[in-house]
């Protein structure tokens, strides 16, 4: 059985990943600056993206803890160990699916003001 919000995290990160590597190829490519207001997704794509954030953020298990222990009382769960952000699959992905949403804020704020 394939688990919804693993798999809907694995699409999110891929998709921040290629996002990130074309942002790189174009700045090695000599690009002066690339634009930070969402214009570089599609008007349909950013709602999305953003719907799947807010879920994955919300979504404490499964998850991936990695974490140096000191004693057993450092045995918690994700929300007390990173409560801003304990969803999604792992802290790392909580906080790119936050960075997102922030993101889809913009975006949105760009294309109402064009």
């Not at 570089?40 to 794509?45: A, G, I, T, V």
């Not at 919300?58 to 222990?69: D, K, R």
Request: glycine share 6%; proline share 6%; charged share 15%.
């Amino acid at each position: 059985m394939v688990d919804h919000n693993s798999s809907t995290t694995t699409r999110v990160l891929l998709l921040l990943f290629v996002a990130a590597a074309g942002v790189v190829a174009a700045a090695m490519a000599g690009a002066q600056q690339l634009p930070c207001d969402g214009s570089l997704l599609s008007p349909e794509l950013v709602p999305r993206l953003a719907e799947i954030a807010r879920t994955n953020i919300g979504t404490e298990y499964p998850n991936l803890i990695h974490h140096t222990m000191q004693s057993d009382a450092d045995v918690q769960p994700p929300r007390k160990l990173t409560p801003a952000f304990y969803g999604s699959y792992d802290w790392h992905s909580a906080v790119h699916s936050h960075w997102q949403l922030g993101m889809s804020s913009v975006a949105k704020r760009s294309r109402r003001a064009r």
